[in-house]
């Protein structure tokens, strides 16, 4: 114990809040400080999703124009989503559909799925041996349809900024269901900016459209923000435990993420550099978000059988120094 503090509020923790305006009112939220520099605030409303990242004093991520949004406003109709797409750090997609809207098997499937407007069934958190530790769970469930679990740690050292995401997936069910997670992992200023440096150690690229074609060579080159950009999507092909980073020399920070291509054989770019849509997507999964329908057609559409459990690993690392 450290005998100059009353209590551990002084200097780490997790506190409680609820949000009080516009479209956010009524909004729980858990505000994350590790006392060495990073805080984040955890969205329990929106499905335990990562919602701001603020690393000493500089913004990490991404905040859209509608801000926060409370899931009593989403919106499932085609690409309702985008109206309360806070983006933020981190926005999970799924978990049984993610991207382009379609219908698949007969099923109306709506943007990137369902799981980040759903609220956490419950949640509690913890310090123990030297760790910031949150727990959560949320049920992406229907009657006669699938019936998935996820429930989700995050656990903060206090020695290191470091944040490590474990997903634990599981189909409580009694038939097989599609499942199709994408970690839509949102780069934003000061952070992101045409000085930032992005490193993804890809085998080859493929652009998602035509469109995007015409950026292939510099998909890794950031720019200033454009009127009238138009997105463009590259697919990475990776391997191993790599690591994805950003880092910008203005500010001297990034953030690197690592994760297991085992787990999550997929990676997206989403590369938006629009005047006040300016973002850049880090994006595992498994699955590319093409839409439900595409990933069956090409045979590489993910299923979970009744009892099975599924779990995801990735680490957040925030830093001061380049990566080498």
């Known amino acids: 114990m450290n005998k100059y503090i009353g209590n551990e509020l002084q200097l780490w923790g997790v506190e409680e809040a609820i949000l009080v305006s516009g479209k956010a009112n009524g909004m729980r939220i858990l505000n994350v400080r590790n006392g060495k520099g990073l805080e984040f605030t955890v969205s329990l409303d929106r499905g335990a999703d990562i919602s701001r990242v603020i690393f ?26 985008l109206k309360s797409f806070t983006a933020g ?9 993610v991207g382009t809207p379609c219908v698949d098997n007969g099923e109306t499937l709506p943007l990137h799925g369902t799981i980040s407007n759903t609220p956490c069934d419950n949640f509690r958190y913890w310090t123990e041996d030297g760790k910031i530790h949150i727990k959560t769970r949320v049920q992406d469930a229907a009657l006669f349809s699938h019936k998935l679990v996820m429930e989700r740690e ?77 997105e463009k999507c590259y697919y990475h092909k990776i391997h191993g435990i790599p690591r994805i980073s950003i880092f910008n020399s203005n500010i001297g920070k990034g953030v690197s993420l690592f994760y297991d291509t085992k787990e999550l054989p997929y990676f997206t770019e989403w590369k938006m550099m629009g005047e006040y849509e300016y973002v850049l997507g880090l994006e595992p999964g498994n699955c590319l978000p093409d839409g439900r329908d595409v990933m069956r057609k090409q045979k590489i559409l993910e299923f979970l059988k009744p009892d099975e459990t599924k779990i995801h690993h990735i680490k957040f690392e925030f830093m001061e120094e380049a990566p080498c």
């Open 56 to 81: 000493k004093g500089d913004n990490m991520g991404y905040f859209a124009p509608c801000g926060y949004v409370s899931s009593k406003y989403y919106d499932s109709t085609g690409d309702g989503f």
């Open 89 to 97: 750090f981190l926005t999970t997609c799924g978990l049984t559909a």
């Open 154 to 230: 995050y656990i903060c050292p206090l020695d290191s900024n470091s944040i490590y995401l474990i997903d634990e997936i599981t189909n409580i069910g009694s038939v097989e269901s599609p499942l199709q997670v994408l970690y839509h992992c949102n780069m934003g200023y000061p952070l992101l900016s045409e000085n930032a440096v992005v490193t993804i150690p890809s085998d080859g690229v493929t652009p998602r459209n035509k469109h995007a074609i015409e950026g292939l060579e510099h998909c890794l080159q950031m720019e200033k923000p454009q009127r009238g950009y138009q």
